[in-house]
């Protein structure tokens, strides 16, 4: 697959980056979990020029990936690890912080354990864990439109949309220290290691 394009990612891009100037201004290196078409690295660089954006997915999108970054370059922009929650061993990069977008109802629900689980191993004391998507809150859909995104989900096959409660269970190391509500019914969550 070459360049792929995300609208959603075109929509979101901007109100995340308004609150990650101020979340990772004083941050070195991110890595991204699950980049996708690679829009959200290129942009997120671009703007966060102070940063070292380090991108990851599987295999298949790699090709995507690449090719956003090679129509923008830059010195802070790096190209794909090959990483899964499940499949492959954490990056063997220094960070200090992770960022993800709407991967968590993706993936499955283990892997979406897992993916608490090993940010909270493996992230240095005072990392952010930047996770933005669709979550519930104590058991409920916060829109009808969520409600059917999650139907429609579990028809795909994916794990769905996880509750808030569920990851702070699963995130042993992590606090969740903002939950930021997003257009569209999204929220930004941030993790910090303590
Ligand atoms: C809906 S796309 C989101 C892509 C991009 N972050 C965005 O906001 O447009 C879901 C992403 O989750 C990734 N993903 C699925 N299972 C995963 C896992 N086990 N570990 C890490 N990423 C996973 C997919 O490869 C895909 O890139």
Redesign the pocket.
């Known amino acids: 697959m070459t360049k792929q394009f ?1 609208g ?2 075109e929509r979101n891009q901007q109100p995340i980056l308004e609150q990650l100037f101020r979340l990772f201004k004083d941050r070195q290196r991110v890595l991204e ?5 690679g829009q ?1 690295a290129v942009f997120f660089a671009k703007h966060l020029a102070h940063i070292n954006w380090h991108t990851s ?2 295999k298949t ?1 790699h090709a995507s990936i690449n090719a956003w970054i090679e129509e923008s370059p830059s010195q802070n922009l790096h190209s794909p690890i090959e990483f ?3 499949e492959q061993s954490w990056p063997a990069i220094e960070m200090d912080a992770v960022f ?4 968590t109802h ?2 499955q629900k283990h ?1 979406a354990k897992l993916m608490m689980e090993t940010i909270a191993a493996n992230l240095q004391k005072g990392g952010l864990f930047c996770q933005y998507g669709p979550f519930n809150i104590d058991g409920k859909y916060t829109s009808e439109g969520n409600r059917e995104f999650d139907l429609h989900l579990a028809n795909e096959g994916c794990g769905g949309i996880r509750d808030i409660n569920e990851l702070t269970q699963w995130a042993t190391g992590l606090r969740l220290v903002e939950k930021i509500s997003m257009p569209a019914n999204n929220f930004l969550l941030v993790w910090q290691r303590y």
Not at 33 to 37: H, K, L
């Open positions: 995300s959603s990612c979990i699950g980049s996708g078409t959200h997915d599987a999108n899964l929650f499940g993800t977008a709407n991967t993706i993936m892997h």
